[in-house]
């Protein structure tokens, strides 16, 4: 079965960077691109870009656009998401989801609390 | 963007209700609008696609409608494992979005 595994809770201070990876079993991986999503506490889902493993092509959010980068190595099926300068509105929950063209996001990480603070 | 707007963002109801939440967009998301259930701590599942399309697995007493820019999700006969928040999406123009979301809770 598809299983999408995130690495653990972090904690940063702003200004500081962060990398978190998503890694990708029960499917082939470059067959499909990886969106990632994140929720601050009390606030609606938000979408941050996604990559397609096959060929390394990206799109971002205008939002993030500068200060995200999503990446993603085919030999151990896992993608990463790199959020720089950080501020604390990016205390969220980061997810990363397998793309299923416009018919859903039917597969999601389990997420990765993410905690910026002086 | 296309905007997103959930109503109501809150709903009370009992076991066994009919409830409907609605979903409007600021420009039509040519029916690539899908619905998602979320429970504390977890991740969004996905309950609709395609404006009306069951996910594999999901309980036929949800159900979706609509088109243009009007969209709803149907729970015919809430269970208790069917409190929860729920999310619209739409996929048809980048950047994806997310409606604010409807919080649905036992009466």
């Known amino acids: 079965q598809v299983l999408l595994v995130q690495s653990g809770a972090e904690v940063k201070k702003p200004g500081a960077s962060l990398k978190v990876s998503c890694k990708a079993s029960?499917?082939?991986?470059?067959?499909?691109?990886m969106h990632w999503v994140r929720q601050a506490p009390g606030e609606r889902l938000e979408w941050m870009g996604w990559v397609n493993p096959a060929n390394g092509d990206t799109k971002y959010s205008a939002k993030f656009q500068g200060r995200v980068t999503i990446t993603s190595d085919t030999s151990t099926s896992t993608t990463y998401m790199e959020l720089s300068s950080l501020r604390s509105e990016d205390t969220a929950v980061y997810f990363c989801s397998r793309d299923r063209g416009p018919t859903g996001f039917s597969h999601w990480g389990q997420g990765t609390v993410v905690t910026v603070s002086a | 963007d296309i905007q997103l707007t959930q109503s109501p963002s809150f709903l009370s109801a009992s076991v066994g209700d009919r409830v409907t939440i609605t979903c409007r967009a600021s420009q039509g998301p040519s029916n690539y609008l899908a619905w998602y259930q979320q429970k504390p701590g977890k991740p969004p599942k996905l309950v609709i696609y395609a404006a009306s399309t069951l996910e594999s697995g999901v309980p036929s007493r949800f159900s979706g409608g609509g088109s243009g820019t009007e969209y709803t999700l149907t729970i015919s006969g809430l269970q208790p494992e069917d409190f929860a928040t729920y999310y619209c999406q739409q996929l048809n123009t980048y950047p994806l979005t997310f409606g604010g979301g409807t919080k649905v809770e036992i009466k």
């Open positions: 029960g499917y082939s991986f470059s067959r499909n691109a």
